[in-house]
């Protein structure tokens, strides 16, 4: 696609209750990024893939937090018994590809998904 | 851990004025890169300007440039001829050069507001 489409663009759910937020980056792009920004704050990492692989899910803050990106493209971050405290923008970044190199590593971004827990 | 401040919550300025955005990092690594991203009320964050550190030349874009000064690690973003457009919040960001995996960490942000 053109740009980095994430949906949904807003979903409000209930404390407890499973939530999956999608993530479809760039044609073409190896590298995805999850990050989390909560109100008033920069955003935070997630977790980053390369291909199909998590090559580093050290930003995830517990258990209940998981993503996937089974094809090498789509990616789904997956939050189980939703808190109050996860209510945040959930923005997802991708790149040509992951590395140190520069020319090939700027990152895109969507626009987000704001997820609010009641 | 590489850390990133912005010790100014809010800044305003008279349209076609200039503004300059600070932004202080601490990190122990000596090859990394820096930018500036605008994000709008759409959320989608921007890339304004990047910089790399092994270039002592502060990188300019158009209406926007950057001093970088690695010794005291800072790296403030300059906005000449302040258009009602630049309205936004910018957040300043480190990437590692030394390993892989190209994270972003980034500062608290701060929120400009042009005048008109």
């Known amino acids: 696609g053109a740009g980095v489409s994430q949906t949904p663009s807003n979903k409000v759910t209930e404390k407890g209750k499973y939530v999956e937020l999608r993530c479809d980056p760039i044609?073409?792009?190896?590298?995805l990024y999850w990050y989390r920004q909560s109100l008033g704050q920069g955003p935070e990492f997630l977790i980053y893939?390369?291909?199909?692989?998590?090559?580093?899910d050290s930003g995830l803050p517990n258990d209940r937090f998981f993503a996937v990106r089974p094809e090498g493209s789509v990616s789904t971050l997956k939050i189980q018994r939703t808190e109050r405290g996860d209510s945040a923008v959930y923005l997802c970044a991708s790149s040509a590809r992951g590395g140190t190199g520069f020319l090939n590593t700027e990152a895109f971004f969507g626009q987000g998904t704001r997820l609010t827990v009641v | 851990a590489q850390t990133v401040t912005q010790s100014q919550p809010e800044m305003s300025v008279q349209e076609a004025e200039t503004v300059t955005l600070s932004c202080t990092y601490d990190?122990?690594?000596?090859?990394?890169?820096l930018f500036w991203y605008k994000q709008p009320p759409s959320r989608q964050m921007i890339l304004v300007i990047r910089?790399?550190?092994?270039?002592?030349q502060n990188a300019t874009e158009n209406r926007f440039s950057v001093n970088f000064q690695k010794a005291a690690k800072s790296f403030s973003l300059k906005i000449s001829d302040s258009q009602l457009g630049d309205a936004a919040m910018y957040f300043c960001?480190?990437?590692?050069?030394?390993?892989?995996?190209?994270?972003?960490?980034f500062g608290e942000g701060t929120q400009l507001t042009v005048n008109p």
């Open positions: 910089q790399e550190a092994y270039k002592q």
């Open positions: 044609s073409g792009h190896t590298a």
């Open positions: 893939f390369q291909g199909t692989g998590a090559a580093d």
């Open positions: 990190t122990s690594e000596s090859d990394y890169y």
């Open positions: 960001a480190y990437r590692s050069r030394e390993t892989s995996g190209s994270r972003l960490t």
